[in-house]
């Protein structure tokens, strides 16, 4: 069983990795590329008893699907090699501020109920990924910053956990959402605030 699991953090990591390189070019198949990371990730995470991050995969694998609508309705707006942009609607910072903040507290008491290894620390980086992932479909620049700040939180986690594999994973998503955040700042076109 050790094997399988080793191998299918390896195809996580690979995946991963052509995961964030089409995200930093904000190219559609990123999100296929997406649905097959998120259910290995998922595999891998519910084999090691870290349920928040397994069922946050599970939520990446549908999020993957939203995202594709998505941007495939806003890559008919900006020229070639353009990257939509939207601004985060004040409404949506503080919903966002809301749903991450009694999400955090709500998985906290779950997962420690669960016997995860580090449950605040996987329910802060889970929540922010979660955020992160709508912020991403609807394409905010900020959402760059939740994830440098949950890449560095699950890295921990993995490495805690010995997820080794896995936590060379969010290293490299760590550099690439610093990267990402730069390229779409320089590349990026707003489009018109939705109603």
């Known amino acids: 069983m050790e094997t399988i699991i080793q191998a299918i953090e390896i195809f996580a990591l690979v995946?991963?990795?052509?995961?964030?390189?089409?995200?930093?070019?904000?190219?559609?198949?990123?999100?296929?590329?997406?649905?097959?990371?998120?259910?290995?990730?998922?595999?891998?995470?519910?084999?090691?008893?870290?349920?928040?991050?397994?069922?946050?995969?599970?939520?990446?694998?549908?999020?993957s699907v939203v995202g594709l609508i998505q941007w495939k309705k806003a890559s008919g707006q900006v020229a070639e090699g353009e990257i939509h942009l939207q601004k985060v609607p004040?409404?949506?910072?503080?919903?966002?501020?809301?749903?991450?903040?009694?999400?955090?507290?709500?998985?906290?008491?779950?997962?420690?109920?669960?016997?995860?290894?580090?449950?605040?620390?996987?329910?802060?980086?889970?929540?922010?990924?979660?955020?992160?992932t709508w912020w991403l479909a609807q394409s905010y620049l900020q959402q760059w910053f939740l994830w440098i700040v949950a890449d560095i939180l699950t890295t921990t986690l993995c490495l805690t956990t010995g997820q080794y594999w896995m936590a060379a994973l969010y290293l490299i998503y760590i550099g690439s959402a610093v990267y990402g955040y730069f390229h779409w700042k320089s590349k990026g076109k707003y489009l018109p605030l939705k109603d």
């Open 15 to 63: 995946t991963g990795i052509i995961y964030v390189v089409l995200e930093i070019l904000q190219k559609n198949t990123m999100w296929v590329v997406g649905i097959l990371t998120g259910a290995a990730c998922a595999f891998e995470f519910a084999v090691t008893h870290v349920w928040a991050s397994m069922a946050l995969n599970l939520y990446y694998v549908v999020m």
């Open 90 to 132: 004040l409404k949506t910072g503080i919903l966002s501020a809301v749903v991450f903040t009694a999400g955090s507290a709500v998985m906290t008491s779950i997962l420690m109920a669960t016997g995860d290894p580090a449950p605040f620390l996987d329910a802060v980086a889970v929540m922010l990924s979660v955020v992160g």
